[in-house]
């Protein structure tokens, strides 16, 4: 790479139980006790997706789920397409041991998993009977006719109300719902087969109602999601030591700008901090899942560093001039990802 500026940032990537993050760190020699195992990592295959429309704040809300409940359910919020790098957040629920958790992670490649926080799972929201009572009255919501409407009352006589709609399709969607309610905040309700929540709200009078949840919108029905989990990831997020989830994520050989950035562009403060979070990302998705598609992971250092730059202007998180260099700077290690220049010491 040629280098047009004396400056360089050494770094390494450092790693908690819960988060890993950058640090300015002369680079050190690793010996890596756990090595790279590509049995670890699973692809689960989504047929069908639940997507809502939250109107409030322009996201859109998404439930992934096989009907054969073969795959986790997993939740996602985001703002500019599902599988955006950037935006694309996941949740969903694994257990561990006797103990089921949380576990919150990135999607990056469009459907590859990066974990990193994890806490116990919430039960307070769980089912608990006579809470919903249901309407005798069917309702129409947008283009569903025949809804159930159930609804929670208030000493104040406001309510809580959901409606679910008939699919008559005999799938059972209660996971799925009860991982759309929970994200907002809301009891499960225990479903016969076939229905499903279509949206839900708060309730004072006609005149006055708060969405809770954006309505259910058409989705494709040739959808079809891949979803790409490290095991051994998950494994060390619970039982691991620091020094252990290190090892795991500085596993040798990689890209050389895992250990050291050498500028060619003269950057600002701000611009030098988006690289070294861009590389930072690919570090991370290397180690995972990079490493065993050279070929595909340099396609998506290219993607990924388009979209962030288109992004980065398109929202005035950086002025045109400053996401153009932020590029430039990203193409001078492109020849870093191929395998003759990964760093192996």
Known sequence: MKIKALACTFFVILISNLTYSLSSFLPIK???KITADSSMVVRYHFKERLTYHIYSNG????????PDGSAPVMTSQYREGFGKDYLSFLSMEYKHGKTMFEVEGRMMNGGYLSFNSYK????????QPDYYKVSETLWEVGVYNDCKMYYHEEENNTQTRVFVYNREDGVDYNPACKALLKTHGLRALPLEPGWLVVTADFFIDQDTQYELIGQLIN????????????????????DSSPEEYREFIGTTPHPNYCEVIGWSQILDEKTSDYVVEFLGDMCTYFNLYGRYGLKEFQAYFLRAALYRKEHYI????????????????LLEHESSNLKENLIDF
């Open 30 to 32: 690793v010996v890596s």
């Open 59 to 66: 996201d859109t809300s998404i439930i992934l789920y096989n």
């Open 120 to 127: 116990e799972k919430d039960t307070s929201l769980d089912n």
């Open 219 to 238: 989705d494709t029905t040739d959808f079809k999601q891949t979803i790409v989990i490290n095991k051994r990831e998950l494994e060390l997020l619970f």
């Open 314 to 329: 398109k929202h005035q998180m950086l002025s045109r001039k400053q996401a153009d260099l932020f590029y430039k700077e």
